[in-house]
């Protein structure tokens, strides 16, 4: 497979080019186009179980559709459900990525994807909770909210991010969920709820915007009955 991107980094698309009877992996509902004749089929992942438990705690779709080139190749067109752009990750066999819900779009064959814990935030109404965790060789394809930074982090290098701004890691870093304050009243004043405390060595991927912050926003302007 190979992927380009277009429309950067406002409004990103990728383009996942396949080969003869290829087959990719993409999130239901991320597909903007394909060319004539792809073929498609979704199920739930690994099973009817495990596409629930991707779906109630990783925060995806229960299932998962997968594209297959005709003969002649062809091509599937993917975008996140947010403004923002689009990252491809070339993973080797060796390094798998934490992706936090929402966040996965696609991935080539010969990843294979189940779900993780990630921490506490989602029992107490915010972000972390359950991951999707991506293993294998290929192309892993997220999308976020805003724009993406990549920050990397030598051996022994800590680095803090608000929960709601991670968008993916790589399991070679250690990671901590907490509260960045202590007690409600702190939290109010911070406007701060959950960070992740990470140390390397390796890369961590942000967004600029906060989806919750979005939600924040459009809920507080919406008419009360």
């Not at 990719?24 to 199920?43: D, F, K």
């Not at 992942?45 to 705690?57: D, H, T, Y």
């Not at 989602?122 to 991951?131: I, Q, T």
């Not at 304050?181 to 906060?210: C, H, M, W, Y």
């Amino acid at each position: 497979m190979q992927v380009q991107v277009r429309h950067q980094p406002s409004f990103a698309v990728a383009r996942l080019s396949l080969a003869p009877q290829e087959p990719v992996q993409v999130e239901s509902g991320a597909m903007v186009a394909t060319s004539y004749g792809m073929q498609m089929e979704s199920r739930a992942q690994g099973g009817v179980m495990k596409g629930l438990s991707r779906a109630v705690l990783g925060g995806e779709s229960l299932f998962v559709t997968t594209y297959t080139a005709p003969p002649h190749g062809g091509w599937v067109d993917v975008a996140g459900g947010l403004p923002g752009d689009v990252q491809v990750l070339e993973m080797d066999g060796r390094v798998g990525w934490c992706v936090t819900r929402g966040a996965w779009l696609a991935n080539s064959h010969g990843i294979a994807l189940e779900t993780r814990w990630g921490g506490f935030g989602n029992l107490f109404g915010g972000e972390g909770g359950f991951l999707t965790h991506a293993q294998g060789q290929g192309q892993l394809v997220v999308a976020c909210y805003g724009a993406i930074d990549v920050v990397t982090l030598q051996p022994g290098e800590y680095v803090t991010v608000d929960s709601g701004h991670v968008v993916a890691y790589a399991d070679t870093v250690q990671t901590q969920l907490r509260r960045v304050s202590q007690g409600v009243v702190q939290s109010l004043k911070s406007g701060e709820g959950l960070v992740f405390d990470f140390a390397g060595p390796g890369q961590i991927l942000t967004q600029t915007r906060n989806p919750d912050a979005l939600l924040g926003w459009l809920v507080a302007r919406m008419p009360s009955r």
